[in-house]
């Protein structure tokens, strides 16, 4: 069991940075690929970012690539998500998620693929 609690989210203007932290329970984080997920209003939610449970690897949207960077420190059970330049389009709720353990394949970016799931954080970028 994997308990996960997302913080760092807020309103900024467009072109500014944000911080998330998703903050897991458990020493079993390490071996947990993370993704982290967005939901607009009216919006299906769509993956943004994934990386490795070793940090091996990362795996990005089209949409973030370039602006957002997602990170992880298994010492501190928490996996981060960089946003850079950030675009109205970017409003929405941002979730973190967890898959494993010790998965090898290609990291997931559906849904379904992920086992356990954060309350989420707003994350508002005025225009």
């Known amino acids: 069991q994997v308990q996960l609690v997302e913080s760092g989210g807020g309103l900024v203007q467009a072109g500014g940075s944000l911080r998330l932290s998703c903050a897991a329970s458990?020493?079993?984080?390490?071996?947990?690929?993370m993704g982290w997920f967005r939901q607009a209003p009216g919006k299906e939610r769509e993956f943004v970012a994934a990386?490795?449970?070793?940090?091996?690897?990362?795996y990005y949207a089209d949409s973030v690539k370039g602006r957002f960077t997602i990170s992880r420190d298994n010492a501190k059970n928490t996996v981060y998500l960089q946003m850079n330049s950030l675009k109205h389009d970017d409003t929405a709720v941002y979730t973190c998620?967890?898959?494993?353990?010790?998965?090898?394949?290609?990291?997931?970016?559906?849904?379904?693929?992920?086992?356990?799931w954060g309350q989420g954080t707003q994350v508002t970028v005025s225009s």
């Open positions: 998620a967890a898959s494993g353990p010790y998965h090898t394949g290609s990291l997931y970016t559906e849904v379904y693929d992920y086992d356990y």
């Open positions: 458990g020493s079993t984080f390490r071996k947990y690929d």
């Open positions: 990386i490795r449970w070793s940090g091996s690897d990362t």
